[in-house]
């Protein structure tokens, strides 16, 4: 492969479905029509989002590691493939891709034409799962010429936590508003689908199984609300208990458009958060947003939003009745002013332009 000035080696933790990863296909897309060269290497399997990213014609390439002994051996593949593709930036996703495209930069020849780049991607971390990863990027970050955030909180967590980047900068989560948009066909189909009123007023939840989404507040919450429609959707949501008026649909390709079928974004997420995906693509379909005070959700959602405390069932079912109160035609009108906030401060195209300058620089 022949070098070009803006050639970037993305070098992720893995290409699950989760939010970094959904934001890495976005850029990548971005980045393509501006002109950038790129390759992405996921240090565990090729997972959900390998396909995404090759059908934009961006290659991927996947390590496989699994447990600690195989580090040596992952480096190396990884040194092959920087050495093959001679990028000019080295671009790091989250802790494990931040530290392996430091491995990379470090092994690899031509150091003097390349930058290293690193991103963070979460608030508050949990520390029983990452307090050694944590330290260990907090002593090498030094080594990296930019250390990107999706939050301000994420980057004011981590310097707090002893990161000392040469330079750091805060580039919000970007949404492509023609896939996330109202669309009332698909609304009125999807609600058809799964037994909806058409005048029902619906709530989405959008996570993967896990403990910082915390469903069981949102759960408890909507079983206070038997009057409301409740969708979850994501990795291992199918396995819940869920209240007779919530629908629990498990892993789907088509979220941009069940979004359509809703009214409220719900996020519960208790830690980690930095810039929630969710909360930007439900605003950008016409969603009135509810959420915890977690990384930059305040930022995200400004007055067209509600914060609640984390863990509090009975805060969340009081906000869905209030809003479920209203008449349709202002539950719209709300909608339309949340897709209007992410229009004016968080679309795609703002933020690939802005790393695109990052990466143009010398």
């Known amino acids: 492969m022949t070098e070009s000035r803006h050639a970037i080696l993305h070098v992720i ?80 996703w989250m802790y494990h891709g931040d530290l392996f495209a430091t491995l990379a930069h470090g092994m690899t020849t031509g150091r003097a034409r390349r930058r290293l780049f690193w991103n963070i991607r979460a608030s508050n971390t949990d520390h029983a799962g990452y307090g050694r990863i944590l330290r260990l990027s907090a002593l090498l970050s030094a080594r990296a010429d930019v250390i990107l955030a ?11 936590k002893g990161y000392r980047p040469k330079r750091a900068c805060v ?43 915390d469903h069981r507040t949102f759960l408890d919450a909507m079983a206070l609300c038997p009057a409301l429609s409740g969708i979850i959707v994501g990795l291992g949501t199918d396995t819940l208990q869920v209240p007779p008026n919530v629908k629990a649909l498990g892993v789907r390709a088509d979220v941009h458009q069940l979004y359509a079928a809703a ?14 995906n969710v909360l930007a693509e439900g605003m950008s379909s ?28 009975a805060s969340l079912a009081r906000e869905l009745n209030s809003l479920a109160a209203l008449p349709a035609q202002q539950l719209r009108h709300r909608g339309l002013a949340a897709r209007t906030r992410i229009e004016q401060n968080f679309t795609l195209d703002r933020v690939a332009d802005h790393f695109a300058t990052l990466y143009s620089e010398r």
Do not use: W
């Open 263 to 276: 009214d409220i974004v719900v996020s519960t997420s208790v830690f980690a958060e930095g810039f929630s």
């Open 286 to 313: 016409g969603l009135i947003p509810i959420t915890t005070a977690i990384g930059d959700a305040r930022l995200i959602i400004g007055d067209v939003g509600v914060e609640i405390p984390p863990r509090d069932p």
């Open 171 to 213: 580039i919000p989560n970007g949404i492509d508003m023609a896939r996330y948009r109202p669309d009332g066909a698909v609304r009125a189909a999807f609600r058809r689908e799964f037994g909806i009123a058409p005048d029902a007023v619906v709530t989405i939840h959008v996570a993967r199984l896990d403990p910082m989404k």
């Open 150 to 160: 999706n939050s301000k909180a994420g980057l004011d967590f981590h310097l707090a």
């Open 13 to 92: 933790s893995g290409l699950g479905t989760g939010g970094a990863e959904t934001m890495l296909v976005r850029l990548a897309g971005a980045l393509r029509d501006r002109g950038f060269e790129q390759h992405v290497v996921s240090v565990g399997g090729r997972d959900a989002k390998a396909a995404e990213i090759e059908a934009l014609g961006i290659g991927v390439s996947a390590l496989g590691l699994r447990t600690a002994v195989q580090v040596p051996g992952c480096a190396m593949r990884l040194r092959s493939i920087a050495m093959r593709f001679r990028p000019t930036i080295l671009q790091g």
